[in-house]
């Protein structure tokens, strides 16, 4: 132990220089680390401070009127904020009047696009109606002379008849003094023939044949009775006389109707006669035989619309020598129609349009853009394609045009103020306190309207959180009354935004919150007072109550 002790005696002012070294190496070693973090420290903090001159603007992807200087929510969807894209409108050539969407916008949004294009247009044109009698073939037996029926040959409604079969037989004073007139003048037949001639033809107008006249001469006496003949073959439709009856020149006897050759009127809705023409194939079924289709071709149609119903009729001419169509049957018909068959028109899908009634409003993407760009236009449509429409103006083929989400879109568009389509002039949006023109959060306002602001939009509720769905779909009707009437019922539905339904094209735009109210919900609210839509047909009662000049023509 002593010689432990000793050694370390020994080796005690080494032990100190080499401590002494290594205390110094260390001060070297750590006085420089500290210097260069420091340094870092100070570049970071001149980085920051060159980034704060570019200060971060943050806003909403569904509501861009919002703008915060940091990171949060936003105040009216409670969604979290993005950094504000730069604005590609300092690029040359860009429209000042693009709307700008960010990559997560447009999938928060669900906006789909496609390419325009040309294609053949055509379209499945779904007709109602009814069997109805060629009106050609229609007889109506009147008396050509007073009398009384003293025989009927025809005994009830829907007996078959063929040409010159005896119907009745009248007595008639007044024929028996023609005859006694005829007999008298055949004695002057070579001296005074246009006297003869003319007593004739006064019989011949009271519808007595040839073969009746000449009877009476060849007998020479009068005949009492006299039979009324069928003028064609066909159905008796209508009796108006019973046996004992007395009639009077001019009343109605008898109706009769050829049917074996029938008329099927289709009423067409004036959207779908640019679709019809003559010669065009029908294909129509009758309730009465299902399983069974026939054919036949459009002969002709109306010239006039119904000022009620807003529907021309369209005739198909069918024969039906079995008898088997009757009258007042329904029917239901398809025409498989193209409008124009050598050439391709430009069609673009009912989702990619706005109606306001008098403009129809599409949204353009932007090509060679840095970021999603939309720009607002006015297109000039044509008839409807089925699923599509047909473009006349605005549009070129090649363009891309949103077709899903675009209520969305102008709904940006209007609330920074640039044309929409209830704007299409663009500048402030009709939002409440203007606030496409509010800088929430920004260093500009005063305390108070930061105040203000807050106050309202503090911690927002989950049912403040927009989830806007935009639909459009047909519903039945024929005028302004029933544009009320639609409105105002789908408007008492809680988290309907926007309700609008267009006289004459029969569509209904609903802008709703799919959180609150469905589609389904809609659809059976208004087909609860009254009128049909694409898939719920409408109340029987309600239907039945409306005004007469809502009574629209039924499917």
Known sequence: MKQIVQNIKQNLKLIIIVLGIGVFIGWLFFHQGS??????????????????????????SMHPQIKM????????CAMDLIPLETNSSDEEGVDPNEIQMSESAMKIAEIQTMIVKKDYSNKEVYLLGKIKPDERNIAELT??????????????????????????????PELVTAQKE?????????SNPSFYLAIRNKLKLWDLSDAQINGIETKGETQNYFDVLSPISGTITKRHVALGDYVKEG???????????????????????????????????????????????VTFIDPFLDAKTRTANVRVEVNNPNLELKPEMFTNGIVKPKLNANQKDLLIPKTAVLWTGKRAVVYVKMPERKHNSFLYREITLGPEAGEFYIVKEGLSEGEEIAVNGVFKIDAAS?????????????????????MSKMDIGS????DHSKMDMSQKTEQPSNEMKANLEHAMFKVSGNCEMCKSTIEKATGTLDGVNVANWNVETKQMHVSFNKDKVSLDKIHKTIAAAGYDTEKVK?????????????????E
Request: charged share 25%; proline share 5%.
């Open 251 to 297: 009343n109605a006897l008898f109706e009769v109707i050829d049917l074996k050759k029938v008329w099927v009127m289709f009423e067409a809705y004036e959207s779908d006669l640019p679709w019809l023409s003559k010669g065009d194939v029908v294909e129509f079924t009758i309730q009465s035989f299902p399983g069974k289709t026939y054919t036949g071709k």
């Open 538 to 554: 409408g109340d029987n009662n309600a239907y039945s109550k409306l005004p007469e000049c809502c009574q629209y023509t039924r």
């Open 35 to 60: 210097s260069s973090s420091v340094n870092v420290n100070e570049q970071e903090l001149t980085g920051h401070d060159h980034e704060s001159e570019d200060a971060t603007t943050w806003t909403c």
């Open 182 to 190: 005829l007999l008298e003048a055949v004695a002057y037949k070579e």
């Open 143 to 172: 008396a050509r002379f007073g009398g009384r029926i003293e025989k009927l040959f025809t005994n009830f409604t829907g007996q078959n008849v063929v040409l010159g079969e005896k119907l009745a037989t009248i007595y008639s």
């Open 414 to 434: 209007q609330l920074e103020g640039k044309p929409s389509m209830m704007n299409p002039q663009g500048g402030a949006g009709s939002t409440p306190h203007d």
């Open 69 to 76: 200087d940091k990171p949060g929510q936003c105040p009216i």
């Open 443 to 446: 260093e500009n306002q005063t």
